[in-house]
């Protein structure tokens, strides 16, 4: 049986990350990457156990093409899709802050993370942006904590209920 | 001679007003209270939902210089007394085995919690705009570094010094495949450093401090010195000397943020949250630890949980913070009672899962379930029985082909891992309070074992997504993952843990494991 750490699915991404050879083409995978298997709210639990390590891979590569092809400027300011990203935050910043459902302000936090986890937005854009959208949502989330049962928060957290003792 | 007209001014100047030789306690606090650090871009990663007034007391009133000075006399004491006397005497090899093996998952979990808790007194630095609170908070992460060290050094001197070295010298290559190093990174991880530096604040000083560290980090001492252990009391109590200045600055943590409205919206849930956070693993383990991981008892471990936990902490601490809002958790009434049966319920599985830790278990002897059974009336019929036939079937012995594991399958009782906190149960085999939920959401399956966790899972999915070892694992043989997870020792085929501390027992290897063909399988796959 293969190993734990060394089997087919991270051989067979290692190979096709390697193939990668342009920043369009590891942003594009990157994103589709996350979206499909690094969701919180994914449905394809196939690289579950394997997803972390090969989305660092993809990473590590976006952050060689990301150097390779962009200006100092370019490295500080912009997205690796091409967007400006203080931008990109400030549009994420503003819809959370109109933001008073804690569901609706839990997907703005994870669609930016999804979308701009570095090297996709530079750090120093990113971490400043994340730390306001998580503090927006903790106060949401601790608000009213104990308002619903549990039976109703179940509900609208679209869970089903395979036992309960 | 002639002398400089610099040097001169200085001789005159010192006339004058001559240096310092003291400074009076009155003055430090003055001097503190003038701090005048740039408080205005001052903050956390994650601001808290808190405003941290900025007139906050701090009740040590200790300058950095001065805390240097006790810290190192402490110091030199300790150290001093583990190097000098203790080795002389040999004090390592007259540790009971059973302890010995306690100490490598004690010292080495702590090390983790003290390691943590340097950020998060580092967080409410960035958070506190008092002069005096930040003092506080200074003297704290200095005293965790010094923590971290202590608990490190203890395991060193146990593995340089005493017995059976492996584990106390290199624990932590197994922490993928031994189920407990989860929970406790739930706990000493998560809880104390991850978002709102107020919510760690409760999670550590609040709670892991005021309320755990009595039952942890001064009853450790006493069930260490009871089986001829000199070295963690000469250790720990030198730890828990600092620990009073960390209760303090969580209550002073409470203090400041007494007046501010997000404290009536907040606290009480966080602080509920909390305490069933650190009480959901401390509870049993330390229990586990304690009882089980002794040949010569001190107290049955509800006694102390009650008197440390439900008590002094319930009721007189939470009560003297009454007056600003603070209410005893509602998860209070359910942690009592785990605190009866929950350690012996997670022993039980522990034992069953010993080929993934990196300690040694051993089980009760006939002697000691005499005091199991007079101090947790209906312990035999449980446990004891079951106990008994494990040995019968020579769960000890690598040539009996039999693991406890093998007793849950044969018996149908499957055991489930709460997603939240990490600590596994078996519901159909259990006298504690634990209930099995499973929910599926998106297709994957998650099992919760009590209403408070299932909660925060359904608040906060995201922040609870630890794989546990029957998802990660399954399909695979257990020699495998325990090989590929470095559970062996430096011959590289004995297994690090064992079933047994007697030193005339054989030691299992893979190979003892191999020959069994014990597969990890997902419980939750077959519901």
């Keep these: 049986m293969a190993k734990i750490h060394d089997n087919p699915n991270r051989t067979a ?90 569901y609706k302000a839990e997907r703005i936090h994870i669609d930016f993370r999804l979308a701009c986890k570095p090297p996709v937005m530079p750090v120093n854009v990113f971490l400043d942006t994340d730390r306001q959208l998580g503090t927006k949502l903790m106060e949401l989330r601790n608000t009213d904590y104990y308002a619903l049962p549990l039976e109703e928060l179940r509900k609208v957290r679209g869970v089903n209920v395979i036992t309960l003792q | 001679m002639a002398i400089s007209s610099a040097t001169k001014a200085a001789t005159d100047a010192l006339e004058v007003n001559r240096a310092p030789v003291s400074v009076g ?26 405003h941290m007034a900025n007139d906050t007391k701090e009740q040590f009133k200790l300058i950095a210089k001065e805390y240097a000075r006790m810290e190192s006399v402490k110091d030199e004491r300790q150290f001093g007394s583990l190097q000098d006397v203790l080795t002389r005497v040999d004090a390592a090899n007259r540790v009971h085995p059973k302890w010995n093996e306690s100490m490598k998952v004690i010292s080495n979990f702590l090390e983790v919690g003290e390691y943590n808790a340097i950020a998060a007194t580092g967080m409410l630095w960035d958070s506190a705009t008092a002069p005096e609170q930040k003092n506080g908070y200074l003297g704290q992460v200095l005293d965790e570094i010094r923590h971290t060290n202590q608990c490190g050094y203890i395991n060193y001197y146990f593995a340089k010094q005493g017995q059976d070295a492996a584990g106390h010298n290199d624990a932590r290559r197994t922490r993928a495949i031994g189920p407990l190093w989860k929970g406790m990174k739930r706990v000493f991880s998560d809880g104390f450093i991850s978002g709102d530096a107020v919510e760690c604040s409760i999670n550590l000083q609040l709670v892991g401090e005021a309320c755990f560290t009595n039952p942890l980090i001064v009853a450790v001492t006493e069930w260490a010195s009871a089986n001829g252990d000199e070295m963690t009391p000469t250790v720990f109590l030198s730890i828990e000397t600092d620990e009073l200045r960390h209760m303090a600055n969580g209550y002073q943590t409470v203090v400041s943020i007494a007046n501010d409205e997000a404290a009536s919206k907040y606290l009480n849930t966080d602080l509920n949250n909390a305490f069933w956070t650190q009480q959901k693993y401390f509870t ?100 004891g029985k079951v106990y008994e036939e494990w040995r019968a079937r020579g769960c000890e012995d690598p040539n009996s082909g039999f693991l406890p594991l093998q007793w849950f399958i044969e018996n149908n009782h499957p055991i489930y891992i709460d997603r939240v906190s990490q600590v596994p149960f078996c519901p159909s085999y259990s006298k504690g309070a634990s209930t099995l939920r499973v929910l599926e959401l998106n297709g994957k399956k998650h099992s919760f074992s009590d209403q408070w966790g299932e909660r925060m899972w359904l608040s906060e999915p995201e922040r609870y997504e630890c794989q546990n070892i029957f998802e990660q694992y399954e399909g695979r043989e257990l020699s495998e993952v325990i090989a590929e997870g470095h559970g062996v020792r430096s011959d590289g085929f004995t297994l690090i843990a064992q079933p047994h501390t007697s030193k005339d027992g054989r030691l299992w290897t893979l190979d003892d494991i191999k020959k069994i063909g014990c597969v990890f399988a997902d419980p939750l796959k077959s519901l």
């Design chain 1, 13 to 102: 991404w290692v190979k096709k990350i390697a193939g990668l050879t342009t920043l369009s083409a590891g942003h594009a995978l990157l994103k589709e990457f996350r979206t499909k298997h690094l969701n919180v709210f994914k449905t394809d639990w196939s690289l579950e156990l394997d997803g972390q390590w090969i989305e660092c891979k993809i990473e590590e590569k976006v952050a060689l093409l990301k150097r390779a092809e962009f200006n100092d400027d370019k490295f500080m300011n912009n997205c690796t899709c091409g967007a400006n990203a203080q931008e990109v935050a400030d549009k994420a910043i503003a819809e959370i802050t109109a933001c008073t459902d804690m």
């Design chain 2, 25 to 50: 306690a009155q003055e430090v606090h003055k001097w503190l209270q003038s701090f005048t650090w740039d408080f205005d871009k001052n903050r956390t990663k994650y601001s808290t939902k808190y």
């Design chain 2, 284 to 383: 049993p383990v330390l229990g586990m630890m304690f009882e089980y991981g002794s040949h010569f008892k001190v107290e049955p471990w509800v006694k102390t949980w009650n008197r440390w936990v439900y008590e002094d902490w319930g009721g007189i601490w939470i009560g003297r913070l009454g007056k600003y809002g603070v209410e005893s958790p509602a998860s209070l009434r359910d942690a009592k009672k785990d605190a009866y049966w929950a350690h012996h319920d997670l022993f039980m599985i522990a034992y069953a899962l010993w080929p993934t830790g990196f300690f040694r278990l051993t089980l009760p002897t006939a002697e000691e379930a005499e005091w199991y059974e007079a101090n947790y009336p209906g312990w035999y019929d449980m446990y």
